[in-house]
Structure formats: C-alpha cells, structure tokens
C-alpha cells in the first residue's frame, strides 16, 4: 500500500501542492486526498496539508461560492465535492476549522427529500444518488467525530434518499433505476453503485436497514469462483501523462472471471458488516 500512497502523492511539487485544479479528474488534490483516505492512509501527515490547502481555498473561494445557485427553491450543488473534502479531511486527520464552513454548506443546501443535485432544469424534483452519497457519508462521519446533532439529523435524512429506493430500485415497481448503479468499479470517483453505497451505509451504521438487503443479495450473487469480486467497469484510464481522466496507478482493470483486490476488499467489508461474512 505503501508504493501506492507515493504514487497517489508523486506530483506533488517542492511546497507540496499538486500543479493541477484540485478537481482535475483523478489528478488533483481533491482525488488524491479522496483516494488516500479511502485507502487507510496514515492519519497526520503534515505532507498533506498543502494538499488540504489547496482543496479548501477552491470550495471556500468567494468564486466557487457565487457559482452555486438557488432555482425553485433548491440550491443546485455537486454536494460530492464538499462531502468528499469533509470525509476525506476528516478521515487523514488534517481537517481544521474551516471543515465546519464546509459542513455547514452542505446542510444549508440539503434538498426537501434529503439529498442534493446540480441539476439546473427548474424541473429536476428529486436528490442524485450520484451526489448525496458523499454528503451523507461525510455528514455521517462528522457526527460520529462531533457529536453534532444537526450533522447527525441531516445525514439520516440523506439515508432515506438510498433507502427509500431500496440502494437502487424505483419506488413505484421496485425496477433498477439505473443499470450503472448495479456495476462494480474501484475507484468509484462520484459515481453511485451498490459497492460503493452500501460502504456508506455500513460505516454510517444503517447496513442492518431491512431495506438494503436487495443490495446485499446482489453484492453477493456477483462473488467469483475465486473467492473475490470484479470490477466490473472502470472510470479511468491508465497513463504516465497527466491528461484529464487519467491516473498513473494502475487499479487492476475490469474482467468477468478475475477478482480486482479493491472492489474484493470493500465487499468483504460490507457483507461483515451486515453479518453476511
């Protein structure tokens, strides 16, 4: 894990920043840090906290802040971004007071139904599983840390968003929402699947909800005869350069009948968590 870690950190420059817009997908800080965390790096590296810097300087820049707006009442956000710079922060120990700033955006922007969407058509009625997800784990996370009972509050109605569609059926005749949401992939970025919701609900303390096992049956029927699970699609490609959409880090491919150890490492994590394992 160790030679991942480095290469996740490799461009970083002599003041430790990394020389893209920390959204630059999957190079920049606000995926590397992202990544990092996700991957149990050690907590308190004084390392990352130019990467932190450069995170929290965007999402809190006066520009970022005029650019999210209200339509029909709702403020139209990519909640993902705040969520994953909360987790992320959080988790790796480097977060300072600004988190809280942070936080506090992501609950004033909470739509009715307990999510959040960047959708702009003054149509758009419901939450994106695609960016309610990383708020809900990060509001989760926070509470847990906190003790905050707003953070706590907001965070359970953000689980109903999920739950309410069973992690991935429609509530009106329990069909598959989006067949994306089925698929296994390691990194998930901002992308909503099964995986990557039930982590969120096992680390939230909800993964014995009577409502996720639909999810669950599914996670388990996709095990292979070796033991592991596949990633099933990929969202990135692998290479040296620093083109948008690239990583240097090769995170095992997809295949119908070999095991990827992250995708393997998550399920495993979720089925104990809900006594399956």
């Known amino acids: 894990m160790k030679d991942i870690f480095e290469a996740l950190l490799s461009e970083q420059q002599a003041d430790g920043a990394i020389p893209h817009h920390p959204y630059h997908k999957w190079r920049g800080a606000h995926w590397v840090l992202l990544q990092l965390a996700d991957l ?5 590296g004084r390392k990352l906290i130019p990467l932190r810097n450069q995170v929290y300087e965007w999402l809190l820049s006066e520009r970022h802040l005029k650019s999210v707006k209200t339509i029909e009442g709702k403020a139209r956000r990519c909640g993902s971004q705040e969520g994953n710079a909360i987790f992320s922060t959080l988790i790796l120990g480097i977060s300072d007071q600004r988190v809280e700033q942070l936080v506090a955006h ?14 702009k058509k003054p ?3 419901v939450s994106s599983f695609h960016e309610t997800l990383a708020p809900f784990r990060a509001l989760a996370l ?5 003790d905050c009972k707003t953070s ?3 965070a359970e109605k953000a689980a109903q968003v999920f739950l309410s569609r069973k992690m991935f059926l429609r509530k009106k005749d329990e069909t598959v929402m989006d067949r994306g949401f089925t698929r296994l992939a390691y990194p998930a970025y901002w992308h909503y699947n099964i995986l990557a919701g039930l982590k969120a609900m096992a680390e939230a303390g909800f993964i014995m909800d009577p409502r996720c096992r639909p999810a669950l049956d599914l996670l388990e029927s996709k095990r292979l005869p070796d033991g592991g699970w596949p990633a099933e699609v990929k969202y990135y490609r692998f290479s040296e350069g620093t083109l948008r959409g690239t ?3 090769d995170w095992g491919g997809t295949s119908r009948i070999k095991s990827n150890p992250y995708v393997t490492a998550d399920a495993i994590f979720v089925l104990r968590s809900a ?3």
């Open 40 to 44: 149990g790096h050690p907590p308190g």
């Open 106 to 119: 992501l609950i004033k922007w909470q739509w009715p139904d307990g999510g959040w969407n960047c959708d």
């Open 123 to 125: 149509s758009a009625r």
């Open 142 to 146: 926070h509470a847990r840390i906190t």
């Open 152 to 154: 706590r509050r907001t």
């Open 247 to 249: 990583t240097g880090i």
């Open 275 to 277: 006594g399956r394992e």
